[in-house]
Structure formats: C-alpha cells, structure tokens
C-alpha cells in the first residue's frame, strides 16, 4: 500500500485508484502491472497470467474496466520510467484483445502476434528504439532435383498462377522447425511424388517487399536434391506439369525464371568440373545453449 | 436486400439482422461483411475499410456493437463457406482489436501483426490448413573484416552478455530491406567505427527455437568483407573490447564461438588457396515483378 505523501503528490492517481477500488470489483486494487524484468532493462507483463495484477477472469466488456486498466497502465509506464527501464513488452492473450486499444493509445504498437496471443511493445527513453525485430523473412525452398544417369533435372508447372506455363523447379515455403534440405525434400515429394535426398545449396536469392510475403522479406533457396527414384506422380490440385528436363534444355528455355536457368547453369559446370565446383556444402554442429544442434551452409575446404 | 424465402430458411439471421437494425445505429443494415476475393479462393475483410460493412467510427465499446459483428461475422462464414471459399483474412486496426475476440471465439487465430494492424485468418475447408505461413526467420549478420596488410580480422567483446568474455565477430540484426552485405557493413561501422565493404558470404547458419526470436528460426549469415581503414572507434555502449586479432588466433581461440573458429579457418584457407575456394558471391538481377531487383548468393563459375 502506498503512504500518503506519495498520494497526496499525485492527485490524478488517488482518483484513478478510487474508481478501481469502488467500482471495478474484478480489478486489483494494486495501481501498477506486475511484470519480469530482463537483463537488458525491459520489462514483460503478461495479461494472462494471474501474476500481472489484472484479477479475475473478464467475461464481460465495460468502459469501467477499461478505464482502470488505462489508468494502470498509466500509471505503470510513469513508474517504469523512472526507474529507468527501456522496452516494455505486452503480452495479450487474443480473448484479452480488448485491452490493446488501451495500450496502443499509450504509445504501444504490436511487435507481433502468433495464433493466441499478440505483444505489443513500447519504447521508454528518449532516442530510437532499440526494440529487435521479429522474423523479417519468409523461407521458401526449392529442389533441383537431378537424375545421375540420364542428367535430367525435375520440373513442375504451377497450377493457378500466371506463371502455369513456366517450367519451374518444385518447392514451397518452409514448416516451422524445417531445415533447408528438409523442406526441399518434403515439398518435392508432396507435389511430385518422387523421393530425395539433400546434397547441397546451389544458391540463395534475397528479395524484399516480396509480394505474398505480407510485407516482409523472401528468401529463395535451391537445394541439389539426388532423384532416389524417376517415376512421377504428382499432386494434381497444386500441379498441372511434371516431367525430367534435360538440364542443358533448362538452361536456355525461355519459359523458365531467370534464378532456374542460372541454378541449371550451374549444374551443367557441376556435371562437367564436379559439383564440389559449385555445391555450398553443410554440417551440422552443436549449439552453445541447451542441447541443440545448428545446420552450418558453406564451402568444403580440407581438414587442417 | 434479401428476398422473403431466402429469410425465411435462415430465422437466426433474422433475429440478428432485426438487431442490428433495431439496437445499433452504428452497424451497417448489411448482414455480411464485404471482402475481396484473391485468386486463391481466399477472402479478405479490412475492418479499418469504409467499404468492409461497418459504419461508422466507433468511439466507444458496446457489447451490443460487438453482439452484432459476432452476427455479422457468423453469418458471413455461413456464406463463405457456401461460396466455396477457403481462406478467410481479417485485418483489424489496433485501435479496433475489440473485435478480435470475438473473431477468436469463431475460430480465428492471428496470423500476424505489425506495429497499427492484426491480420487473423481462418481456414474454411475440411482438410488441413493450407494457409501460407507468415515470416519465420530473423536474419543476424556478421562482418568478418579483413586486413590485407596484416592478415588481421576485427573482433569485439559484447557488454551485458553472458558472453562478454568472448572474442566475436561484429553484427546485428537486419533492418527491414537491407542486404546481408549492407546490415554486415552498417553493424560493423556502428560497432567498431570501421568502414568496410562487402566481397562475399562466407557461412550460413540455420537454428530453430533460437532464444531471442520469439519462437521463430534465426539466419546468422556472416559475410567477408574488406577493411577500408583500420583506426577503431568502438561503441561503448554496446560494446566493451576491440582489437584487430590474428586470424590464425581467432582459428584455434577457446574464447570463442565455435562457428567463429569455422569462420577463421575458411578464412585462413583464402589467404592461401585465393577467395575464390571459400566465397559465395554475390550478382544483382531483376525480379519479373515491378521494377525490383534481386540478390543471388552463389559460387560464381566462368561465363559459358
């Protein structure tokens, strides 16, 4: 509880207070949000947990309600400011989602959002945020799938797109979790049926403003998948062709993205010099936090 | 406006459009919200829209407002769903987020946010959900910076980091739209006070779950690039050590990371094999929309 000189300094408080006690009986009667600090000075209320100082579980939607929690948060920010802290972090479970109006007219934006929940963000001091960003691209995948005994490469033509009567390699956007040359392997087989296995990333293509990519960022990987199998039986709801291309006929085919005669291009100087020429090669290593492990891409040098 | 048989099959709708009509002068006398249609079978709502079937601003909260785009919502998926549609996407202001429970409630999930606005989506169909996943990477780029007289490359000890006895290699975050090469060379300058430029990527590394990036996956490229002077100039606020160091030190060093080691050994295996065996170049295309353009990352070969 707070003394009464601290009360008597901040009048617009006490009355804040007053209407949260006497009128919002599903309220705390606490005046700031309770939340965890982290080491770079930010501090991360989560509305849904019964730590945060909002009590009860509100079935119902009222301006009173509201009101106290504006006042809160109010009152929260100018604590947090004084004592020097930078980003505060806002985690609101969807259902909650009627309090971030609240917030946002409190300087609050949305961070991100993910299925349940959105964070919002704020930024304390004076100068540019420092907030980091969430993920800013998107990962798609594809495999050029190559067959050694006949030096055919897999292509595919895209049901609903302008682009149907483009020969294209087959592949799609990555699943949470999916390392590149899992999500080639996957999206080969769904959309052709033929079976594979990773080599090697022949090249990466960074594009921005990418349309489809809601605003952010596309990555575009081509991964050297080895065919385990020739014999084609594709998913006709997301593709209408599907055949093995001589890679030579791919290289100068007119009807074919530029990125696709460029990575053919570079099979044929693989075919011809060796594909040690042209692969960025990959390992897989130990992370320094918990037990995890990371996939490292680059070229292959001897062991020294 | 409706004819009489076709209100007749539906009393719910009746008594929901008698209500929005009788009890909320804010709501349009519509009973469905207006969209647009993609050529994916999807349709898009923008409740920030004049045109999405809502009118009105609504300056304050009301369960009976509410009430009636929980109607309106309810019926428009009854005809969505009738229509053949697959993919519903709502896109809601932040300051209008009190409707995004009640979206939640009837199956919404969010898709994505960013700073003003909340897009949820519903996926109509039976089957599983073929919605298109929004970005899933954060990109962290690093600068190995090299001295070719000395053969030196420019590390740096982090301030409040576990790791702060650690010698690594200077970067951050990419800013929305920036190029590897330019988020290496703007890190390294705010960082170090180094000019530099970029000649190639050396690594690529993928690692799922990564603490910091709020579930998403993280990209941690490091690029090679090119002293243009070698006088530091460190951020002190960010940063509490840096030198230039061997690279044949940062090759077998134990205080650091392990891809930094990876990193100096690549790096050790150019100054005397030549670049050209451990770089992944770089070449700027035009993409086929727009006027944009692209980069590609790969290992160059000889013009064919």
């Keep these: 509880m707070q003394s009464?000189?601290?009360?008597?300094?901040?009048?617009?408080?006490?009355?804040?207070?007053?209407?949260?006690?006497?009128?919002?009986?599903?309220?705390?009667?606490?005046?700031?949000?309770?939340?965890?600090?982290?080491?770079?000075?930010?501090?991360?209320?989560?509305l849904g947990?019964?730590?945060?100082?909002l009590e009860g579980t509100y079935t119902h939607t009222s301006l009173r309600e509201l009101d106290a929690f504006a006042g809160m948060l109010r009152n929260s920010l100018k604590q947090w400011k004084m004592e020097g802290k930078k980003a505060v972090w806002l985690k609101v479970p969807i259902l909650q989602s009627r309090f971030v109006p609240v917030a946002a007219s409190q300087g609050f934006q949305f961070h991100h959002a993910d299925k349940d929940y959105s964070m919002l963000t704020a930024w304390l001091p004076a100068g540019s945020c420092k907030i980091p960003h969430f993920a800013s691209h998107q990962v798609g995948v594809a495999g050029c799938v190559l067959r050694e005994d006949t030096k055919e490469v897999l292509v595919v033509q895209d049901r609903n797109r302008e682009t149907s009567h483009m020969w294209k390699l087959p592949g799609g956007l990555s699943d949470p979790g999916e390392y590149f040359g899992e999500t080639a392997v996957r999206e080969v087989f769904e959309e052709t049926g033929i079976q594979s296995e990773f080599q090697s990333i022949l090249t990466i293509r960074q594009l921005h403003n990418y349309p489809g990519a809601?605003?952010?960022?596309?990555?575009?990987?081509v991964c050297r998948l080895r065919a385990l199998g020739h014999v084609i039986d594709h998913c006709t709801e997301e593709i209408i062709g599907c055949k093995w291309m001589d890679v030579s006929e791919l290289a100068t085919s007119q009807s074919t993205s530029l990125i696709s005669t460029h990575v053919a291009r570079l099979v044929l100087y693989g075919f011809r010099e060796g594909f040690d020429k042209v692969d960025i090669g990959m390992k897989e290593l130990p992370a320094v936090f918990r037990n995890m492990t990371y996939k490292l891409y680059h070229r292959q040098i001897p062991d020294s």
Tied chains: 1, 2.
Excluded at 29 to 36: A, E, I
């Design 4 to 46: 009464l000189p601290r009360l008597l300094k901040r009048p617009k408080l006490l009355s804040y207070t007053w209407r949260v006690k006497f009128h919002t009986s599903c309220l705390s009667q606490q005046d700031v949000l309770m939340g965890t600090v982290d080491k770079w000075g930010g501090v991360t209320v989560d």
């Design 49 to 53: 947990s019964a730590d945060c100082g």
């Design 214 to 221: 809601f605003g952010k960022s596309d990555l575009y990987i």
